[in-house]
């Protein structure tokens, strides 16, 4: 979508709506207000032009200034259509008992998006507006039945296989074109790694490995939590295949070599114990968000499973066959057999989740300190210093270090100083922080002390000790309280010489 920048006055007001304070209002319309530019070829020079549209290239504000701009994209769709929103690209999505049904109420929607780009004056990309069905019933998978919608007076076009935010998808979620396309791109950069791997001049072990993770595997990686969890194991065996061939470069073995040998000997788990990894982690992190926000409800949705794991349904029969013979029961196939329903990213990653121990577990929220606009503080009480007055470097020993940073404090004479540390054992547990609060006109210091989880970071260390100590200042906010803490001390001074 291309930005229109002719309506800096209306856009003003998407601002104000949204709390953003009128300094900052006015500063970004002065940005986009009559900006020119002109061409310089050697000596000669074109005359300037004023551009009505987009924004300055390469601009930091600029991903900012569309979200603010988009903001307000979906505010009259039907509450019963999903509706996604990321950058510039934006997907509509409604469920229905029939295809039919889904047009009919995905149509006013449409057409609701469409005044909005004329309102706005906003041009759509027509290349990128198509639809897809996704249906399991075998009149209508793979677009045997299509519903007609309109976009702008226009028929939208029906795609098979759309690719949104680098996944490419199918009628019935197989993720099998997506498998094909991840295959051929991981062969592309499989070259490049069979460069580095010559005989007279290759690079070691532990450097071709590095280049596969950081180069080939991460294109697998890439949305691995969804696809890969869902994909059918004859699918993910095309990627798993791509993997040993990789493996094959980086260890220098033959053909002929075992493939669990091959890649245990490179150091690499299967891409399908990757995927469940990632899948982990990620439910994980999701699971950590505030109540209510759109991802964490997804993953604490509860969906009745209709599709049977045929996997699972196989390896059991396995088993009912083994034990009427009276032989040993047989392992199954891969880990994920044992879910009795198909596995998808939610089941796969709860999964995960109850085998390591972590369902019942305690989740501390993801963000320890509150989201809090910088602009809600009084603008004269916060001071930022971004350098020391005397340089010195990592390397310093710490009594140069402890003496830059003691300069630095006297150039704001606080009335109170606050020094917090935080770690964990190894980085990952057992974690704690402590803080050192000086309160100079008391002339006295107070000292405490906060675990941060048995399971934690060393950052979460961290930012346990900014934020849990007995004064409850926060770390954005304490320079603000200055004003406060100075009648605070001097109240309880003078109760006690009154006394």
């Given at each position: 979508?291309?930005?229109?920048?002719?309506?800096?006055g209306?856009?003003?007001?998407?601002?104000?709506?949204?709390?953003?304070?009128?300094?900052?209002?006015?500063?970004?319309?002065?940005?986009?207000?009559?900006?020119?530019?002109?061409?310089?070829?050697?000596?000669?020079?074109?005359?300037?032009?004023?551009?009505?549209?987009?924004?300055?290239?390469?601009?930091?504000?600029?991903?900012?200034?569309?979200?603010?701009?988009?903001?307000?994209?979906?505010?009259?769709?039907?509450?019963?259509?999903?509706?996604?929103?990321?950058?510039?690209?934006?997907?509509?999505?409604?469920t229905?008992?029939?295809?039919?049904?889904?047009?009919?109420?995905?149509?006013?929607?449409?057409?609701?998006?469409?005044?909005?780009?004329?309102?706005?004056?906003v041009?759509?990309?027509?290349?990128?507006?198509?639809?897809?069905?996704f249906?399991?019933?075998?009149?209508?998978?793979?677009?045997?039945?299509?519903?007609?919608?309109?976009?702008?007076?226009?028929?939208?076009?029906h795609?098979?296989?759309?690719?949104?935010?680098?996944?490419?998808?199918?009628s019935?979620?197989?993720?099998?074109?997506?498998?094909?396309?991840?295959?051929?791109?991981?062969?592309?950069?499989?070259?490049?790694?069979?460069?580095?791997?010559?005989?007279?001049?290759?690079?070691?072990?532990?450097?071709?490995?590095?280049?596969?993770?950081?180069?080939?595997?991460?294109?697998?990686?890439?949305?691995?939590?969804?696809?890969?969890?869902?994909?059918?194991?004859?699918?993910?065996?095309?990627?798993?295949?791509?993997?040993?061939?990789?493996?094959?470069?980086?260890?220098?073995?033959?053909?002929?070599?075992?493939?669990?040998?091959?890649?245990?000997?490179?150091?690499?788990?299967?891409?399908?114990?990757?995927?469940?990894?990632?899948?982990a982690?990620?439910?994980?992190?999701?699971?950590?968000?505030?109540?209510?926000?759109?991802?964490?409800?997804?993953?604490?949705?509860?969906?009745?499973?209709?599709?049977k794991?045929?996997?699972?349904?196989a390896?059991?029969?396995?088993?009912?066959?083994?034990?009427?013979?009276?032989e040993?029961?047989?392992?199954?196939?891969?880990?994920?057999?044992?879910?009795?329903?198909?596995p998808?990213?939610?089941?796969v990653?709860?999964?995960?989740?109850?085998?390591?121990?972590?369902?019942?577990?305690?989740?501390?929220?993801l963000?320890?300190?509150?989201?809090?606009?910088?602009?809600?503080?009084?603008?004269?009480?916060?001071?930022?210093?971004?350098?020391?007055?005397?340089?010195?470097?990592?390397?310093?020993?710490?009594?140069?270090?402890?003496?830059?940073a003691?300069?630095?404090?006297?150039?704001?004479?606080?009335?109170?100083?606050?020094?917090?540390?935080?770690?964990?054992?190894?980085?990952?547990?057992?974690?704690?922080?402590?803080?050192?609060?000086?309160?100079?006109?008391?002339?006295?210091?107070?000292?405490?002390?906060?675990?941060?989880?048995?399971?934690?970071s060393?950052?979460?260390?961290?930012?346990?000790?900014?934020?849990?100590?007995?004064?409850?200042?926060?770390?954005?906010?304490?320079?603000?309280?200055?004003?406060?803490?100075?009648?605070?001390?001097?109240?309880?001074?003078?109760?006690?010489?009154?006394?």
């Amino acid at each position: 979508m291309l930005l229109n920048c002719r309506k800096s006055g209306r856009f003003s007001e998407k601002m104000e709506k949204m709390g953003i304070p009128g300094c900052a209002t006015r500063w970004v319309k002065a940005l986009l207000t009559d900006r020119r530019a002109r061409v310089r070829w050697g000596n000669a020079r074109s005359s300037q032009r004023v551009f009505q549209e987009g924004l300055p290239q390469g601009s930091v504000m600029a991903p900012l200034l569309w979200l603010i701009y988009c903001n307000d994209l979906d505010e009259d769709i039907n509450t019963n259509t999903t509706r996604s929103l990321y950058a510039d690209d934006t997907a509509l999505l409604a469920t229905g008992r029939s295809l039919q049904a889904c047009a009919d109420q995905l149509q006013p929607d449409l057409d609701q998006v469409a005044r909005w780009l004329d309102k706005w004056k906003v041009e759509a990309s027509p290349s990128k507006c198509v639809f897809t069905t996704f249906s399991l019933h075998a009149k209508e998978v793979n677009g045997k039945a299509v519903p007609t919608l309109t976009f702008k007076g226009d028929q939208l076009a029906h795609e098979k296989n759309p690719t949104f935010l680098g996944l490419t998808l199918d009628s019935q979620l197989t993720f099998t074109n997506h498998i094909e396309e991840v295959k051929k791109r991981m062969a592309q950069r499989r070259r490049c790694l069979t460069a580095l791997a010559g005989r007279s001049y290759g690079s070691d072990q532990a450097t071709l490995r590095a280049a596969y993770i950081a180069y080939i595997r991460s294109v697998a990686d890439y949305g691995a939590a969804l696809y890969s969890t869902h994909a059918a194991p004859s699918v993910r065996a095309r990627l798993e295949a791509e993997q040993h061939k990789c493996a094959r470069v980086i260890t220098g073995c033959i053909r002929l070599t075992n493939s669990e040998t091959l890649i245990t000997e490179a150091g690499l788990p299967p891409l399908a114990v990757r995927a469940r990894e990632i899948a982990a982690m990620e439910q994980e992190r999701l699971a950590r968000l505030p109540p209510g926000d759109p991802a964490r409800a997804l993953t604490e949705r509860h969906v009745r499973p209709r599709l049977k794991h045929r996997a699972h349904e196989a390896w059991q029969r396995a088993r009912t066959e083994a034990r009427r013979r009276g032989e040993p029961l047989p392992d199954p196939p891969s880990e994920d057999t044992a879910l009795p329903f198909k596995p998808c990213f939610r089941r796969v990653s709860q999964w995960m989740a109850k085998e390591a121990g972590l369902a019942d577990l305690p989740r501390e929220p993801l963000a320890l300190v509150p989201e809090q606009p910088p602009w809600t503080n009084p603008a004269d009480a916060v001071t930022f210093r971004l350098s020391l007055p005397r340089a010195n470097r990592r390397d310093d020993p710490p009594a140069v270090r402890k003496a830059a940073a003691l300069e630095a404090i006297a150039m704001v004479n606080p009335d109170c100083t606050i020094w917090s540390d935080g770690s964990a054992k190894s980085g990952t547990r057992d974690g704690g922080g402590g803080a050192l609060i000086q309160l100079h006109r008391e002339n006295r210091e107070v000292e405490t002390l906060v675990p941060a989880g048995s399971v934690c970071s060393s950052m979460r260390a961290e930012l346990a000790a900014i934020v849990k100590h007995p004064a409850k200042i926060q770390i954005w906010s304490i320079f603000s309280c200055y004003a406060m803490f100075q009648v605070c001390i001097v109240s309880q001074k003078t109760a006690i010489s009154d006394e």
